[in-house]
């Protein structure tokens, strides 16, 4: 089964820096999507970002990109010029597309916090 | 457009009672997901449903019945709540199989069982 692990449960930020947040997975499909999620302190689960596995360009949405490194299974997001609106739990998702493996598996989250 | 939508917002249940949280979505998508999510566990996924009149397990099914008798609902069942269901659960919907698009949530049902 597909794991996605995100190895720091909490991260802090100066406000305009740049952040960085951390997503391994475990997978043996060849073709899969990842996703970013931000969910602020409303409860809303908000898509940031995705990447699908077959693009080897890193996707970018504004002030936010990823690093997805898919020998090592590694799918990181940076954030620049961070903003106080920034601060929410982040998490990382994988979806599979063989039968079967379609379900969203989520990793355990991030908490980012902004500092003014 | 509504999107999807989960009914009641919160909710206190007294401990042996059933409840159903109803979901609702109105973008004609065939996947639909039950998750419930916990301090320090993330998401974690119940039920799913990859199309109408299907079903299957998640990573924490015990306890919870789901059916599909439409495209637009997705209700999640709990036959007799104990305290370890106090959770938030998310309903969500997406396009489908082999599609990357992503999934989208309702606001979630704040469930205290007591």
């Known amino acids: 089964a597909q794991t996605v692990t995100q190895s720091q449960p909490e991260m802090s930020v100066q406000e305009a820096e740049t952040v960085t947040l951390s997503c391994t997975y475990d997978t043996s499909e060849s073709d899969y999507y990842l996703f970013w999620y931000k969910q602020p302190p409303s409860r809303q689960m908000i898509l940031v970002i995705r990447?699908?596995?077959?693009?080897?360009q890193n996707a970018t949405e504004n002030r936010f990109s990823v690093n997805f490194q898919k020998a090592a299974k590694s799918f990181s997001l940076k954030i620049s010029d961070s903003q106080l609106g920034d601060a929410a739990m982040y998490f990382c998702?994988?979806?599979?597309?063989?039968?079967?493996?379609?379900?969203?598996?989520f990793g355990k989250g991030t908490k980012l916090t902004v500092n003014p | 457009t509504a999107g999807i939508t989960q009914a009641p917002t919160s909710q206190i249940l007294a401990a042996g009672r059933s409840m159903t949280l109803r979901c609702t979505q109105d973008m004609r998508h065939n996947a639909m997901y039950w998750y419930r999510q916990d301090l320090g566990l993330g998401l974690r996924l119940i039920h799913y449903s990859n199309t109408a009149g299907t079903t299957g397990k998640g990573e924490v099914p015990d306890g919870y019945s789901v059916s599909r008798a439409n495209t637009d609902d997705f209700p999640l069942t709990l036959a007799s709540a104990v305290p370890s269901q106090t959770s938030v659960y998310f309903c969500a919907s997406s396009m489908g199989r082999g599609v990357g698009t992503e999934a989208f949530f309702g606001q979630g049902t704040r469930l205290t069982v007591v």
């Open positions: 990447q699908e596995a077959y693009k080897q």
């Open positions: 998702a994988y979806r599979g597309t063989q039968g079967g493996s379609e379900k969203l598996v």
